[in-house]
């Protein structure tokens, strides 16, 4: 009886073995034959990693890793392809096995590519291009590590001027001419596509234009009156690199005379002003103002000066004149007063008068007064009897007849009271030398004469003047006339204390 049993759990015992070696068979796994990966960076080959498991299971991945990595499922393993990896820098992404079982960890296979070996070089580093007519120039650009896209532009220092044309393996540049004399520079930038590959600079300079000497002026002839003019008249020169200078000639060249009669009476960098004298003799006269370089690639550039002949007067009316409209004009009286402590014979005082349809008009530059309209001007320089200062600044020119005289004007000695200091020659209608008659119409001068011979009488009723004139000129022409009225004054000097010696 006690063997049955025995036999009876040997069998019990046997078969619950055999149950217990048959569940642990079966518990779920999942294996995988390498958990990292590792690609090239360009044409990589699908790797195949063999999973083992019991159980079902699927792939999936992030979006950063999607978008470079693709997974295929496969009988016994899976599939890993990557694209290629057109960055420098390598990269790195999962695929991650998820069991069907919960009693499973999901599996992760590391998935790294390398990054690309691009390269990217130019030559030259710079070019050097001729301010006017350069020819175009090539950059040559050179791609490593495989396929590589690249841009080429001007920066914007230069964008205005150079112009860049991409070619195979080159860039073409060309420049404009520049139009200054400085130089000029910017750089033509090569720039790939690909992350990680810096830009290059290759500098463009381009020299200044270079400046051929020459030389030129506005005008080419002057021609002048019989007399000298006040201001002269200007010839604009354009120098180009060159230096210069003027001189007078009797030929179209330096090789000639120098001309007295003409003068150079300012000379600037950019101009020069002219001046003849007064023509004495009856005769035109030439002569030239030569602009030179003294370089014999730089042709000099002969001005040719002409002058009127002189007159026999300097009036220029052909009958008397008679100043009928006087009356109803303008007038002014400056007086230069005289220190008690001098001993001087006489007083100046300059009068002016102008008819009744001129307007005197004040400028500041280049006169100091304009006349315009039509009609007579009459200008006279008076010494009368010494006037002194006084402290009520009233001064009344004396009455009496004044007659016109030549003097020393620098002479006090020379000088009479009640007299007229006669004209001579003169440069401008704004200020005479002595006393002149001027005819004008429609503001420009149609007639004048120096006053050399006469009278004026002053005759005064309170504050106002009677003038009457009775004078010639130098042609022999008499000038008439009569004014009543008042005269502005100005006192025209201030008292000076004597000297302590």
Known sequence: MKRVWELLFFA??????????????????????????EFEAVGAAVQTVAVTSNVDWDCTMSDESRAWIS????????????????GVESRSGAVTLVPAS???????????QSGSSYTLSVEPASLSFAGEDAPAQEIAVTVGGGTLEWTV??????????TVVRKEGTAVVTVADNPATEPRSGSVVISADVAGVGPKAVKVVQEGRVLQPSLGVDVRELHFGSRAEMLGQTVNVAAVAVDWKVVTSDTPDTSGNPVEWISI????????????ETNATLEERSGYVVVTSGQDDVPDIAVAVTQEAGREFLSDLTGDAVMEDLPGGGGNLSVIPVDDWTDFRTTTWYMSLWGADLEYVKVSWPYSVGYYGSGSRLEMTIRSSVIYFNDDNEYWLPEGTYRVVTEDIYDENSREPFTVLAGSESNSVINPNGSWYYRLV?????????????????????????????????AGYRITGTRTGTLELKVASTPTPQPAS
């Open 102 to 112: 919960p009693d499973l960890e999901p599996k992760r296979i590391t998935v790294v």
């Open 265 to 276: 009476v300012s000379e600037r960098d950019s101009y020069f002003i002219v001046n003849v």
């Open 442 to 474: 429609e503001d420009e001068y149609v007639g004048s004469a120096p006053i050399v011979e006469g009278t004026v009488t002053v005759a005064r009723n309170g504050e106002a003047y009677t003038l009457t004139f009775d004078f010639v000129d130098d």
């Open 12 to 37: 019990v015992f046997g078969v619950l073995s055999v149950a217990c070696g048959e569940q642990e068979l079966e518990r779920a796994f999942l294996k995988l034959e390498t958990t990292n990966l």
């Open 71 to 86: 997974v295929e499922k496969r009988t016994g393993g899976v599939a890993v392809a990557v694209a290629d990896n057109s």
């Open 153 to 162: 532009a001007a920066d914007e220092a230069c964008r205005s001027w150079v």
